[in-house]
């Protein structure tokens, strides 16, 4: 028998500049992503016949502040985003910390039951949030919440989804033998989950924060049924729009002063979000 000859290693890397195509196909798609948001700020800043000129007006006008004005005369606006502020904030710790907490738990502690109640915590998520409103309002009211915060902020303290994301990431992200040499030092396991889990679990803390607080940010249905005269902003949205004819500036005025929190959200939780992939692409 004759001896085969070692397999010669190949040092493959990756192509430092893109091609031209590629350059232009990320413009293509970052312009097409920019635009909706660059049209309403354009229209939010013209009169109302603007949007129905031909051509197009593609240049900001100067009645911007006009209307912003408007806005905020013809709906308590400032109310409706400091609502949504305090019930998408408090949502979003909860979720991120309770699911955190929950996620170590299943992820790296044993007990009985473990993966029974975290498929019980999956199967919750596949339930239509619809056919919880008619019972969910009746314990509301029973609570005496109707018309307060709590009735939005309470029920969505902690999700099904954030369980699972968290059990999924710290899986792996947190070795085993670390919390062992952890417990070797004397430390007890509130102590492992404040200094050697929430720390790793800072990238994926940041995603599922930007999630939850665009998800509770957007919530239009229940704020609807049991705020009443309590508005969120997407409520007060819905109420700009509402008239005989539709205000199409005015509507898009209300658009751009309610996307400019989930943009400072995006930008103060982007780094954790970027270090996040990117230590994920390294260690893969």
Not at 27 to 53: C, E, H, M, R, T
Not at 85 to 93: E, G
Not at 234 to 248: E, F, H, I
């Amino acid at each position: 028998m004759t001896a085969r000859a070692p397999r010669r290693r190949t040092n493959f890397t990756y192509p430092r500049v893109g091609s031209p195509w590629t350059y232009a196909a990320l413009v293509a798609i970052l312009i097409g992503s920019a635009f909706p948001l660059y049209w309403s700020l354009v229209v939010s800043s013209q009169s109302n016949d603007a949007i129905a000129k031909v051509p197009p007006v593609l240049i900001p006008g100067g009645h911007l502040f006009d209307n912003i004005a408007r806005v905020f005369d013809t709906t308590d606006f400032a109310k409706a985003l400091l609502n949504s502020l305090i019930v998408s904030s408090a949502i979003t710790v909860s979720v991120v910390f309770f699911s955190t907490l929950a996620g170590f738990a299943f992820a790296k502690l044993r007990f009985k039951g473990r993966q029974g109640l975290l498929i019980v915590a999956i199967a919750t998520s596949m339930v239509p949030h619809q056919l919880g409103i008619i019972p969910l309002y009746i314990l509301m009211a029973k609570l005496g919440w109707t018309g307060q915060l709590a009735a939005v902020i309470v029920p969505g303290l902690v999700t099904a989804f954030g369980v699972f994301f968290m059990t999924q990431y710290l899986t792996r992200a947190v070795p085993t033998e670390l919390l062992e040499a952890g417990r070797v030092d004397g430390c007890s396991t509130a102590r492992l989950f404040w200094h050697v889990v929430l720390p790793a679990a800072r990238p994926a803390a940041a995603v599922l924060g930007l999630f939850t607080f665009m998800q509770a940010w957007n919530d239009f249905f229940w704020p609807l049924v049991v705020l009443q005269d309590n508005p969120t902003v997407q409520v007060a949205l819905s109420s700009l729009a509402s008239g005989y004819t539709t205000d199409y500036t005015l509507t898009l005025t209300g658009t751009v002063l309610a996307t400019g929190p989930i943009l400072i959200v995006f930008l103060v939780l982007g780094r954790q979000i970027v270090g996040g992939i990117m230590q994920g692409a390294i260690k893969g």
